[in-house]
């Protein structure tokens, strides 16, 4: 036995084991340290924001814990501003879909100046929301607005489109939908395109038509995107804020504006504390709305 052999005894290899587990544990801990950054970004500016809204939604100006806040924002047209956020949401959804899935279909083929039309399709997804704003509270606006002078053109009385919050949030639909639309556009050309056209021609030849095709072969095949597309504006719409602020103010009161108003009162605690009450119940309605649309507890559990 040499020298070089005999140098390897036990100990020496138990050193050397010591030694590759502790670099070894080093080599972890910098891996986990690549994630702090985003770790302390998230926290520092999403869960620590949360968790203080809910703390002030229980305190009144003298730092005294009371649920009494609650009850003052349903008194306040928390109820009103519920039924009119969901009517928007559902509305607004509604057309972007159609208008979406229209856009869509037609992108889908081929023709001469498609790529104008792919152009002013995705336009507006790029103006500004209040610059939008701004725009459709002109084109309604009730006096020499475009909207009227196309019904006077027709030979129509003109509408003032101010006169009830069902013809207001009406407004808020189409603003926000003309601004929107393109992004559902996209998400839902995604998917049609992914579809493979043998299956619609397949279809074609066994004589379906253009809604059984629809029904049966495009809509089950594309589900998923579908479901994503509307989540993603569900989620937008729910939280709609500067466009029917611009356009109708705070009539009718929509969550996130009854949220600024609460805030915007004053820079008193009793304020702040009602727009975090509002805020921890539109986190529950959101959630609740996300297992409802999953399909309940029970499947959501399961999966």
């Not at 070089?4 to 084991?17: E, I, K, L, Y």
């Not at 985003?38 to 949360?50: G, K, M, T, W």
């Not at 975090?276 to 119940?281: E, G, H």
């Amino acid at each position: 036995m040499n020298d070089a052999d005999s140098f390897s005894t036990p100990d020496v290899d138990r050193r050397n084991g010591g030694i590759r587990k502790q670099f070894q544990w080093k080599e972890t801990y910098t891996y986990f340290m690549f994630i702090v950054p985003a770790l302390a970004y998230v926290i520092a500016l999403s869960f620590y924001p949360a968790a203080e809204a809910v703390f002030g939604s229980f305190q009144t100006p003298t730092k005294h814990f009371v649920l009494s806040n609650y009850s003052a924002v349903v008194s306040m047209g928390l109820v009103t501003s519920v039924v009119d956020t969901v009517i928007v949401s559902i509305g607004a959804l509604v057309i972007q879909f159609l208008l979406a899935l229209a856009i869509a279909t037609i992108l889908t083929k081929k023709f001469v100046g498609k790529g104008a039309f792919s152009t002013l399709i995705i336009l507006p997804f790029g103006v500004a929301t209040v610059v939008s704003g701004f725009i459709f509270s002109i084109v309604f606006s009730a006096v020499g607005g475009y909207a009227n002078s196309f019904l006077v053109s027709l030979g129509l009385h003109p509408v003032n489109w101010y006169s009830n919050r069902y013809s207001e949030m009406v407004i808020v639909m189409f603003s926000d939908s003309w601004k929107n639309t393109p992004l559902v556009a996209l998400i839902l050309l995604s998917g049609l395109t992914s579809l493979s056209p043998t299956l619609r021609e397949s279809a074609m030849v066994d004589g379906a038509g253009p809604l059984r095709r629809f029904l049966y072969i495009t809509a089950p095949n594309v589900k998923g995107t579908m479901a994503i597309a509307m989540m993603i504006r569900g989620v937008s719409e729910f939280n709609i804020f500067a466009l029917p602020l611009i356009l109708i103010g705070y009539h009718p009161i929509l969550l996130t504006t009854l949220v600024y108003e609460n805030y915007n009162l004053s820079s008193v605690t009793l304020y702040y504390s009602y727009a975090a009450a509002v805020f921890l119940l539109i986190f529950i309605l959101v959630f609740s709305s996300v297992i409802i649309w999953a399909g309940g507890v029970k499947s959501y559990a399961s999966s």
